[in-house]
Structures are given as C-alpha cells and as structure tokens.
Nanobody
Framework: QLQLVESGGGLVQPGGSLRLSCAAS??????????IGWFRQAPGKEREGLLS????????NFANGVRGRFSISRDNGKKTVYLQMNNLKPEDTAIYYC?????????????????WGQGTQVTVSS
C-alpha cells in the first residue's frame, strides 16, 4: 500500500504562490505505476479534484477552475509530486490532499483515488 505525505501549506496573501509536495513511500511497486491527483476540501464542502498526473508524467487532467493558475509535476526518482499554485485567491483556502490510483484515468473524482495523505492547510488571506 502506498503511503502519501503532503507538505508545503501555509498562510499566503492573495496573489501569492505556494508549492505543495506529496511524498510517497511504502509500495513495492514502482512509483511510476501510479496516477497522482491533488484535491482540496474547504469547511462544509465536499472534496474536489483539482489536477491529476499520470505515472509517466505525460498525461494531465485539470479542473476548469484551476487551469492557468495551478500546475502539477512529478519527480519519480524522488517519489514526489508537486502542486504549484500561483495567483492564489481567498477561495482557494482549504485543506489540500494528494491521492494515488494504480491505473490511468482522466477522472478527477476522489472516488477513483485511494492512499490519501493527511492533508496540508492552505490559507489565503491578507
């Protein structure tokens, strides 16, 4: 079973940037077999999918609301996936999670992912 740990969250002013990391460990399989997705959950709201990246790094999927502001990348040698967030807005405030799935899909539904990390808090406020 793959274990994931998110880091890099914090308090940032509107218009600022953050880079989150999702570090993987624990699976006997190669990390590049896993799609990794980034999600967020604001208080009182359901978890929403933001972006996903295939194991090879060649296929990406974006939610409409983050295209152009957020980007995803991975370093399979370090078993780490990154979420770069630019031009942050107060409505981006949430707990951010990464999830993994052992197959390729274009879906951003959280139901298609497992192996969740504990999340990292992002707060956008002046």
């Amino acid at each position: 079973q793959l274990q994931l740990v998110e880091s890099g969250g914090g308090l940032v002013q509107p218009g600022g940037s953050l880079r989150l990391s999702c570090a993987a460990s624990g699976s006997a399989e190669n990390f590049e077999y896993y799609d990794i997705g980034w999600f967020r959950q604001a208080p009182g709201k359901e978890r929403e999918g933001l972006l996903s990246l295939s194991g090879s790094g060649l296929s990406q999927n974006f939610a409409n609301g983050v295209r152009g502001r957020f980007s995803i990348s991975r370093d399979n040698g370090k078993k780490t996936v990154y979420l770069q967030m630019n031009n942050l807005k107060p409505e981006d405030t949430a707990i951010y999670y990464c999830g993994a799935r052992r197959y390729s899909s274009t879906s951003l539904s959280p139901d298609t992912f497992g192996s969740w990390g504990q999340g990292t808090q992002v707060t956008v406020s002046s």
